[in-house]
């Protein structure tokens, strides 16, 4: 899935880019500075905006000597299109949710890299650090397969590669008091999904 330009990746061409600038505002917009959004010309705008006020999508109103257009929220297709824009943070809860449901959770699941800085486009993983709990063994096979599980799942829903970088409570707690990159940017961009914070690990190892 591309996370960055979500409706125009389902709804591919200027109409899909007239869509995605409707869908980022509760403002009303003239032709102009929708056409200067989406990127595309005043001719192509004018064809496509009677269509969509058409079908009920999108809202006219004359205010002469302009026009302006904004995106009708209640409509069954605009409620897709604003789930869309929303991805990302549809995405973040239900992966909290996923481990929820696991039968042993971790102690922290982190996203970082491009998905957790809202970079993430069609051919982007998605980063993942899973703290294992200290009572399981790290060839602990149930738990191996718990994890696999959940991985796939996060797959499925995305549609993105998904990379899990798993650590102890105690190695999480090292590396992200060490210099490593990869940690750094944990440290900057990581977005907890379930059970402890970045500053809750750091702290594991005085504890």
Do not use: C
């Not at 899935?1 to 600038?21: H, N, S, T, W, Y």
């Not at 595309?40 to 109103?61: C, F, H, M, T």
């Not at 824009?85 to 929820?100: Q, Y």
Request: hydrophobic share 50%; glycine share 6%.
């Amino acid at each position: 899935m591309d996370f960055v330009r979500p409706i125009e990746a389902v709804v591919p061409g200027a109409q899909g880019r007239v869509l995605a600038v409707l869908a980022e505002t509760t403002a009303e917009l003239n032709l102009r500075t929708i056409a200067q959004l989406a990127g595309i010309s005043q001719a192509q705008a004018s064809r496509l905006l009677p269509d969509l006020v058409a079908l009920g999508v999108v809202e006219r109103r004359e205010v002469p000597p302009a026009s302006l257009f904004r995106l009708v929220p209640e409509h069954v297709a605009s409620q897709v299109l604003l789930a869309l824009a929303r991805s990302t943070d549809t995405v973040l809860d239900e992966m909290g949710r996923l481990v929820e449901a696991l039968p042993q959770r971790p102690v922290s699941v982190i996203v970082f890299g491009s998905f957790a800085r809202r970079e993430a486009v069609v051919d982007s993983d998605i980063d993942v650090v899973v703290v294992r709990p200290a009572e399981v063994d790290e060839d602990d096979d149930a738990w191996s397969a718990s994890i696999e599980t959940w991985r796939r799942d996060v797959r499925l829903l995305t549609g993105n590669p998904v990379e899990v970088l798993e650590v102890s409570a105690d190695e999480a707690a090292t590396k992200l008091a060490g210099r490593a990159q990869v940690w750094a940017d944990i440290r900057r961009d990581g977005r907890v999904v379930h059970g402890l914070g970045v500053d809750q690990l750091r702290a594991v190892r005085s504890a």
